[in-house]
Structure formats: structure tokens, C-alpha cells
């Protein structure tokens, strides 16, 4: 019984540990003491997340490619989705990944070739969702970013990249 009960409280200190994708921290082991999830240090406050992720697997939120053209440079990342600026922390914002230019500010009506971020999810509600990402330049009120993005082919203009 003893035995049972120690086992009880070490589980439920490495999951009472765990943070959520987007949440601050100062080095990975404040993501996850397990190694699932790592700290972005190279954003404002640290941003847990899972890097290298693949479509549908992020643990939360959703998986983000970065840099996708030329596809050589892209990388993958869990990002936080959410739905309003009040679900981001301070130094972030709730934006449309094809809202991102290659700058990293906040710009409507992206060509494909110049957004620097997608969602590649499957899952529709992932794939359309907004993220919460740290902009180069604060964007616009929220009421101007808040229109639904245009639907358009992904690959529309898109040549490959080299």
C-alpha cells in the first residue's frame, strides 16, 4: 500500500509538471520533465512547444511549418490555436499563420510565396484555426484581423521553390 501510494504522488508530480503548448518557460524542463515538449528560448519569455512536429500530432494546438518556401528550409513547430488576443499571453497575438510575411509582422492578403508560416494539420478545425505567435511589429487592432482570412489553393503561384 505504501509502495502504491508513492508511485500515486510521483506520477501525479511529473504530470502536474507538464505545461501546455505556448506557455512560458525558461528552459525545457519546465515544458515537460519527460522530453516531449521543449522551451523556444528565442521567444519572448520561452514558448513551450513539440519541434519537429508532423500533422496531427501535436499534443495541443496545432502543428505549424515555418519557412516552407523553399521547402528546404521549413521546420515544424506546435503552436497554441486560439480564437481572441485574450487567449495569448502579453507579448504575443491570436493571428491567421497566412497572415505572417516572411518579416514576421501581420499582413492581409498574402501571396502563398510570401506567408512564413501554414498550419499542415489535417483536422479542419486545426487547419483554419488562428495561432499564438510573437510578431516583429504590433499588428493591427484585433477587429481588423479578425476577418476570415481568403480561401485560396495553397499551392496557388507556387513554382516548387529550389
Not at 521567444?43 to 496531427?56: A, I, N
Amino acid at each position: 500500500m505504501r509502495l502504491a501510494t508513492i508511485l500515486l504522488l510521483a506520477g501525479m508530480a511529473i504530470i502536474g509538471c507538464r505545461q501546455n503548448i505556448g506557455d512560458a518557460c525558461g528552459g525545457s524542463a519546465d515544458c515537460s520533465v519527460t522530453g516531449e515538449r521543449q522551451c523556444d528560448l528565442a521567444q519572448p519569455g520561452g514558448y513551450c512547444t513539440v519541434f519537429s512536429c508532423d500533422p496531427d500530432t501535436c499534443p495541443q494546438g496545432a502543428c505549424v511549418e515555418w519557412r516552407f518556401v523553399p521547402s528546404r528550409t521549413a521546420e515544424t513547430w506546435c503552436m497554441k490555436t486560439c480564437d481572441a488576443d485574450s487567449w495569448c499571453r502579453r507579448e504575443y497575438w491570436c493571428v491567421f499563420p497566412s497572415e505572417i510575411n516572411v518579416a514576421g509582422e501581420w499582413e492581409a492578403d498574402l501571396p502563398f510565396d510570401e506567408r512564413a508560416a501554414r498550419i499542415i494539420d489535417l483536422n479542419e478545425n486545426k487547419a483554419s484555426a488562428k495561432i499564438c505567435t510573437a510578431l516583429s511589429a504590433e499588428p493591427p487592432d484585433e477587429s481588423v484581423r479578425n476577418a476570415e482570412p481568403p480561401v485560396a489553393s495553397e499551392y496557388e503561384g507556387f513554382d516548387g521553390g529550389i
